[in-house]
């Protein structure tokens, strides 16, 4: 999963009540593009380059997992949304104005978009914004900072401070302390968990099912290798979640995993014969007593089509011949566990229609579902 990048955008507004479309095009930056990691204070600047009513102007930094490309078309999308008319006619009043001034260190100069945003050197406007949230930011072509720049600039623009402050889009609850993730094979819950880590700063566990020998033996003959595939995961989760929850402190981080060790019970009864299965849950049960249980347990459905699909999307050769019937009993066995359960928050959520990986919106939806639950 590509860790997300760090953009900086600058906002303008200088029609009708721009303090207004500042705050929404920032909201609607975070429900289209990413997070808001940073928003600097907001300035009262003249119009430069034409006659023209005084801008409101501020800084924003976020994070995204979009190309820079891609954060710019959302950008030119949003301005439309806010009502900005775009035309060949030169500068001009605008409800709103949104540049796309760095991404990451990246140089670009395209039919599309440049990068950095050519002449911010110039602008003062731009540069005092920008130094709130970003004042040691290298700047890759002059290889200046951007307080440097705007010590040096020309702009003589005299600007005001607004006495009002832009707020900062918020989504996730501070009350979680260990979340996880569960799901068929292939429902994506790897992918989410990874997210999650990487947006809220979270320590990530994820099974370590690559390293398991028998995985590729099972799929090829599951009565022969069944049992010794169930016992090295169950003893292989048990060690891992002991050894990485066990250093840290539940009440102050948060930990996010892809798997809840309880989906042993459920791959073994699937898996084992009577006799097998029975001498697994004692020895499970022995374990399970002490394990830290998650504040919430989300369990991520989709149907099997859309399972099989993303098995062969995914390409992993041991994989590809996993018949829809052992993915239907997992299904099935997860849903019995969790409908028979007691001791664990969950919340089901159908994703079999999602793409929370390329889509901004269905992951903020996750996220708004995850929260809702920890708060009903």
Sequence with gaps: MKSPAVAYIALGSNQDNRFEYLQKSIELIFEKIGEITAISRVYETPAVGFEGEDFLNACITIKTRFSAEKVLKNLLLI??????????SGYQNRTLDLDLLFYEDLILNSDFLTIPHPRLENRKFVLQPLA?????????I??????????????SSVIKTLDKSLEKPKLFTDNLSYLAIEGNIGAGKTSLATMISQDFNAKLITERFKDNPFLPKFYKNQSRYAFPLEMSFLADRYQQLVEDIGQYDLFNDFIVADYDIYKSMIFAEITLAEEEYSLYKRLFQIMYKDMAKPDLYIYLYQKTD???????????????????????????????????QNHLKVKIIDVTHLDFIASREDYLFLLREISAALNP
């Design 142 to 155: 002059y290889h200046k900072t951007v307080q440097e720049l705007l010590e040096k600039t020309s702009d």
């Design 306 to 340: 859309r399972l099989l699909k993303n098995i062969q999307k995914r390409g992993r050769v041991y994989e590809k011949d996993i018949p829809a019937d052992y993915l239907e009993n997992i299904n099935r066995g997860y849903l019995d566990f969790i409908k028979n």
């Design 132 to 140: 709130d949230i970003a004042a040691d930011l290298i700047h890759p």
């Design 79 to 88: 301005e439309k949304e806010l009502g900005r008319i775009r035309s060949n």
